[in-house]
């Protein structure tokens, strides 16, 4: 059974950072595109930021580009969100995801597994 376990969230304010981990368990990732998501109350969730784990290629919504960045430790079974220049804006849940094809895709529905989600709070 794939396992996500977030960590990291908190309380930054306007411009400082955040980093996000995802730790994964239960399968072998190679084949897996890892997405992170965010979502605030009444809308729906929000593509954030994706790495294929075989290769590391990343893709990003253009709200975050330039200021987050994807990472993984193959090592670790871990994924990685730096936030950098964090907005009120970026306030949220976010979430961990998993898919299990080595095909990209910014729409929440193609993940199959989630983390329990992680608060992300931007002062201003």
């Known amino acids: 059974q794939v396992q996500l376990v977030e960590s990291g969230g908190g309380l930054a304010q306007t411009g400082g950072s955040l980093r996000l981990s995802c730790t994964a368990s239960?399968?072998?990732?190679?084949?897996?595109?890892m997405g992170w998501f965010r979502q605030v109350p009444g809308e729906e969730r929000e593509f954030v930021a994706a790495?294929?784990?075989?290769?590391?290629?990343?893709y990003y919504a253009d709200s975050v580009k330039g200021r987050f960045t994807i990472s993984r430790d193959n090592a670790k079974n871990t994924v990685y969100l730096q936030m950098n220049s964090l907005r009120p804006e970026d306030t949220a849940v976010y979430y961990c995801?998993?898919?299990?094809?080595?095909?990209?895709?910014?729409?929440?529905?193609?993940?199959?597994?989630w983390g329990q989600g992680t608060q992300v709070t931007v002062s201003s």
């Open positions: 995801a998993a898919r299990p094809l080595p095909i990209y895709s910014s729409d929440y529905r193609a993940y199959d597994y």
């Open positions: 239960g399968r072998t990732f190679t084949s897996y595109v």
């Open positions: 790495v294929r784990w075989a290769g590391g290629v990343t």
